[in-house]
């Protein structure tokens, strides 16, 4: 007998991605992803949300939560997604997510989740002290990308791994339930320059909003004069700009910044050498804080203007929400049909 290829997915393509409310958003936040949304809401139907329920997996106070989801929801407007063409919502209010969460916890194995990074860089040494949620968060991950038959995933580098197990597991329900095709393996979209930007302060450690130095991220939020001061600030060589890229690998800050200038300006790491090349840090972070501020600072004006009006973006994601349980309802309703539910 020999070994048939399974069924591939024959659904519509779907873009889903999303991010957590845990703090300011970063340039990292927004090169890595938020920028890929608003491109890709053109090309494909597109499903943002506001992971409301991945933010619970590390303590986070109650009283902020829902302010935090509409400052998210508001970076995802005054970064280009339009509420008329792509479906903006929380997390929480589509049940499926979590209800399809816990089926898929059953098919995941035990193995898989043990090798997931990010799990070990987030709980550090203090593992037992950790919450089951933190553990299990790339199984509610693949539920929230597959309860849409999601094909297409815009992420940061650092989510590739969780991919591989979303389609891990797509691939092992399909198998075990023999429901070929059932769900799609989605692809990863971490192509780009802003793909991984790393922290201001040391170019070894990737920009995160939990780094306790303000002055190694950008925030979506800082108004010009804190953008520059971060960028004069940024730790770098005193060497000056090379002419190839083999050349900037062993300076890794230098790598960094030439590649948020990159990321920013919309050209290659290559082309950016051959403007500066020669050129030291004194000549080229001026011009790297004045892009930067150009690109940034429009945004975070915008993110003001539109948080205070909190009663609009409270529609804008109810009318999401809406169209988003149209999809995911029927998704886990069929799943439960496969996997014989008692209760449908
Ligand atoms: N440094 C980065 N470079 C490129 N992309 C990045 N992303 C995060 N950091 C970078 C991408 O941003 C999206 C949203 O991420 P998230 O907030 O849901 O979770 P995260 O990856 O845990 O983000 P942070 O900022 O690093 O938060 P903390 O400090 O809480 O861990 C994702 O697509 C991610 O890849």
Redesign the pocket.
């Known amino acids: 007998m020999t070994d048939q290829a399974p069924a591939p997915y024959a659904g519509p393509q779907r873009v889903l991605?999303?991010?957590?409310p845990?703090?300011d958003?970063?340039?990292?936040?927004y090169?890595?992803?938020?920028v890929k949304f608003a491109r890709l809401q053109h090309e494909i139907e597109t499903f943002i949300f506001v992971?409301d329920l991945?933010a619970l997996t590390?303590w986070v106070d109650p009283s902020k939560l829902k302010s935090n989801v509409r400052e998210i929801a508001a970076a995802y407007l005054a970064t280009g997604l339009d509420p008329k063409v792509a479906n903006i919502f929380a997390q929480s209010a589509v049940p499926a997510h979590a209800e399809l969460a816990w089926i898929f916890n059953c098919v995941a194995r035990l193995g898989w989740l043990d090798r997931m990074t990010?799990f070990k860089d987030?709980a550090g040494k203090h593992k037992e002290r950790s919450s089951v949620g933190l553990y299990t968060y790339p199984v509610l991950q693949a539920a929230d990308i597959l309860v849409y038959k999601a094909t297409h995933v815009?992420?940061?580098?650092?989510?590739r791994q969780h991919l591989e197990l979303t389609r891990d597991i797509a691939a092992k329900f399909n198998h075990d339930f023999e429901a070929p095709g059932f769900f799609p393996l989605p692809d990863a979209l971490t192509q780009g320059p802003?793909?991984?930007?790393?922290s201001l302060r040391d170019g070894k450690v990737?920009?995160?909003?939990?780094?306790p130095s303000d002055y190694s991220r950008i925030n979506l939020t800082d108004d010009a004069d804190a953008i520059s001061q971060k960028v004069r600030k940024a730790r770098t060589d005193p060497e000056p700009l090379p002419e190839t890229l083999d050349e900037l690998k062993a300076r890794p800050e230098a790598e960094n910044l030439v590649g948020v200038y990159a990321a920013l300006s919309g050209r290659t790491a290559q082309d950016v050498l051959g403007e500066f090349a020669g050129q030291g840090f004194g000549a080229f972070k001026p011009k790297l804080a004045d892009l930067a501020v150009s690109v940034m600072g429009p945004i975070g004006g915008e993110m003001r203007r539109l948080l205070a009006d909190p009663a609009e973006i409270d529609r804008i994601l109810a009318a999401g929400a809406e169209r988003a349980r149209a999809v995911a309802e029927p998704t886990l309703a069929e799943v439960k049909r496969i996997v014989g539910y008692w209760a449908g």
Request: hydrophobic share 30%.
């Open positions: 991605s999303g991010v957590q845990t703090g958003l970063h340039l990292g936040n090169l890595g992803a938020l992971a991945h590390e990010q987030k815009p992420v940061g580098e650092d989510q802003g793909a991984r930007i790393m990737k920009m995160s909003k939990s780094d």
